[in-house]
């Protein structure tokens, strides 16, 4: 309702909240712009079909599918929770809002989709970040390093 007709959305995944979401869509009339495929395999397509990736979670650690969006070169639009800011970069990958703050969630998403240089731009900052810190590579020599320059202590036996 809040967003522009053209505007399609896709909720893959499983949980318990499925069902009542499935409801909602037809309730509201909205299975032409909101597809539910449920838990998939391979992420990839759905990524790389995508030009926002959005996740309003309450609560949540790290989570593995932000990180995956940004490897995709997605903005991301994401509740303020958990590890999340440790990902995406406020205003320069993705935004953040507070956890329920619906209406900010809204706002940022249509100053995304109105703005297709701001999509791209979000998205190559995003996917950098994540090739800068995420690559296991990367995140292998960042520990290499972070040992090598530990003080070493000398143990002693008591």
């Not at 007709?5 to 712009?33: A, K, M, S």
């Not at 909101?34 to 838990?39: A, C, D, Y």
């Not at 391979?42 to 650690?61: H, K, M, T, W």
Request: hydrophobic content about 40%; overall charge negative.
């Amino acid at each position: 309702q809040h967003l522009p007709e053209e505007v399609t959305l896709t909720i893959v995944g499983e949980g318990l909240e499925r069902y009542g979401l499935e409801q909602q869509v037809i309730n509201l009339g909205l299975r032409h712009r909101v597809s539910l495929p449920g838990e998939v395999l391979d992420i990839v397509p759905y990524l790389e079909a995508a030009q926002i990736f959005v996740l309003c979670s309450n609560y949540e650690g790290l989570p593995l599918s932000v990180l995956e969006a940004m490897s995709a070169g997605l903005p991301v639009v994401s509740t303020d929770v958990g590890g999340i800011r440790e990902a995406v970069i406020d205003g320069e990958s993705g935004f953040l809002v507070p956890r329920g703050d619906m209406q900010q969630m809204i706002v940022r998403l249509k100053k995304l989709i109105d703005d297709p240089d701001l999509r791209l731009n979000f998205g190559k900052r995003g996917r950098r970040h994540y090739q800068e810190n995420y690559v296991l590579k990367r995140f292998i020599d960042q520990m290499e390093q972070f040992y090598i320059q530990m003080p070493r202590k000398k143990w002693t036996q008591t």
